[in-house]
Nanobody, 116 residues
């Protein structure tokens, strides 16, 4: 059984910062890609940022220059530093990882609320 535990969500005023973290544990073999997605009410879940095992990153255009994804492969952790937050960043943020066998796992989500 694989568990993804997210932390770091919360409430912040526009222009502020938050840092999300996610730890993968359990019977997971060789974590490959790790990433963050988000879903706002009435919207589809969308990619925010993703990082490969080799460290290559990609970001949604809406967060480029404001968000930074990083990982500690040895600890199976992925983090998302979110700066200059905007009200439109308000959403539930989900951690996502895939493993050597291409199995995909999701966290339960953490709420991020940015007030104007």
């Amino acid at each position: 059984q694989v568990q993804l535990v997210e932390s770091g969500g919360g409430w912040v005023q526009a222009g502020g910062s938050l840092r999300l973290s996610c730890v993968a544990s359990g019977s997971i073999f060789r974590v490959n890609g790790m990433g963050w997605y988000r879903q706002a009410p009435g919207n589809q879940r969308e990619l925010v940022a993703r990082i490969t095992r080799g460290g290559s990153t990609n970001y949604a255009d809406s967060v480029k220059g404001r968000f930074t994804i990083s990982r500690d492969t040895a600890k199976n952790t992925v983090s998302l530093q979110m700066n200059s937050l905007k009200p439109e960043d308000t959403a539930v943020y989900y951690c996502n990882v895939d493993d050597y066998w291409s199995a995909v796992y999701w966290g339960e989500g953490t709420q991020v609320t940015v007030s104007s």
